[in-house]
């Protein structure tokens, strides 16, 4: 099976936010601890990197304008990359909170969770974040509120506490109301922490497991079905990329550990293909 570590000069404390962009050809990534946001072309393999001011956990693109709605310390921005510009779009958390992961759904809206800067207290919350700018609070008490993955049709939702080792399943409405909270998976010991989260086309729910150094596959009922061990123990998130949706691409974390591919991005075959990314449409 292929392992591939991403050739570059530099290791992520925390990689986070993996975006896969089809108009670029090109895989997107954070690094929240070292205020970084990453790009791998997949023509040549080329890494480009950009500074950005403050912690990040995520970005995705817009549909209908340049550049990124991003995750920037508590907010929710407008980001470019060349040059660095930031606007603040949203404001809408706690102090001493920050964001940590989100997706778009095919209605052009964005889901995103946030945590407490030392992921202790339940502060977290889950927020949707139309296309007019406004900032929802949909769901709350999250210590580490983590991989939102969406179902194709737009009709469930999966979001993570990885401090409580849960993944949640939400059904939701056209209007992005959410029902009520269900227990999807609770990861059992050995399993590692579920972090970052990504669906793939049979419905198939693709989780990065931290601390035990591999992403697994779970399937729609919620069974353990298979898994992907990799060379670093922090694995932090996982999407599917290339023009056939058919190559993984995994971050991981430096932060903490003394591991030589600690921090590294991975590229995985998982057999399978992924379902499409989408771009905010505000």
Same mark, same amino acid.
């Given at each position: 099976?292929?392992?591939?570590?991403?050739?570059?000069?530099?290791?992520?404390?925390?990689?986070?936010?993996?975006?896969?962009?089809?108009?670029? /050809?090109?895989?997107?990534?954070?690094?929240?601890?070292?205020?970084?946001?990453? %790009?791998? %072309?997949?023509?040549?393999?080329?890494?480009?990197?950009?500074?950005?001011?403050?912690?990040?956990?995520?970005?995705?693109?817009?549909?209908?304008?340049?550049?990124?709605?991003?995750?920037?310390?508590?907010?929710?921005?407008?980001?470019?990359?060349?040059?660095?510009?930031?606007?603040?779009?949203?404001?809408? /958390?706690?102090?001493?909170?920050?964001?940590?992961?989100?997706?778009?759904?095919?209605?052009? %809206?964005?889901?995103?969770?946030?945590?407490?800067?030392? @992921?202790?207290?339940?502060?977290?919350?889950?927020?949707?974040?139309?296309?007019?700018?406004?900032?929802?609070?949909?769901? /709350?008490?999250?210590?580490?509120?983590?991989?939102?993955?969406?179902?194709? /049709?737009?009709?469930?939702?999966?979001?993570?506490?990885?401090?409580?080792?849960?993944?949640?399943?939400?059904?939701?409405?056209?209007?992005?109301?959410?029902?009520?909270?269900?227990?999807?998976?609770?990861?059992?010991?050995?399993?590692?922490?579920?972090?970052?989260?990504?669906?793939?086309?049979?419905?198939?729910?693709?989780?990065?497991?931290?601390?035990? @150094?591999?992403?697994?596959?779970?399937?729609?009922?919620?069974?353990?079905?298979?898994?992907?061990?990799?060379?670093?123990?922090?694995?932090?998130?996982?999407?599917?990329?290339?023009?056939?949706?058919?190559?993984?691409?995994?971050?991981?974390?430096?932060?903490?550990?003394?591991?030589?591919?600690?921090?590294?991005?991975?590229?995985?075959?998982?057999?399978?293909?992924?379902?499409?990314?989408?771009?905010?449409?505000?």
């Amino acid at each position: 099976m292929l392992l591939r570590t991403i050739p570059r000069e530099r290791r992520d404390m925390l990689g986070e936010g993996l975006l896969w962009s089809a108009r670029e /050809d090109a895989v997107y990534w954070t690094d929240i601890l070292g205020r970084r946001v990453n %790009r791998l %072309r997949l023509a040549d393999d080329r890494v480009d990197s950009w500074e950005v001011p403050g912690t990040i956990g995520w970005v995705i693109e817009r549909e209908d304008q340049p550049g990124f709605i991003a995750g920037l310390d508590r907010r929710i921005v407008a980001l470019t990359l060349d040059p660095v510009t930031v606007e603040t779009l949203a404001d809408p /958390d706690r102090d001493g909170n920050r964001m940590n992961d989100a997706k778009a759904d095919a209605a052009g %809206r964005i889901w995103a969770g946030t945590m407490s800067m030392d @992921g202790e207290g339940p502060s977290g919350s889950f927020y949707r974040f139309d296309t007019d700018h406004t900032a929802t609070r949909v769901d /709350d008490g999250y210590r580490i509120a983590n991989g939102p993955a969406i179902s194709a /049709d737009g009709r469930m939702l999966f979001h993570t506490d990885s401090g409580l080792r849960t993944v949640y399943r939400f059904a939701a409405d056209e209007d992005g109301a959410l029902g009520p909270r269900e227990v999807f998976v609770r990861f059992e010991d050995g399993w590692g922490d579920p972090d970052g989260m990504t669906l793939d086309a049979e419905g198939g729910l693709w989780i990065a497991c931290w601390g035990a @150094g591999r992403v697994t596959r779970f399937t729609p009922e919620g069974k353990r079905d298979r898994s992907i061990d990799l060379p670093a123990s922090q694995i932090t998130n996982c999407t599917f990329a290339g023009p056939g949706l058919d190559r993984l691409f995994v971050t991981s974390a430096a932060d903490g550990v003394d591991e030589p591919l600690g921090g590294a991005l991975f590229e995985v075959d998982p057999g399978c293909r992924g379902a499409p990314t989408h771009r905010y449409r505000g």
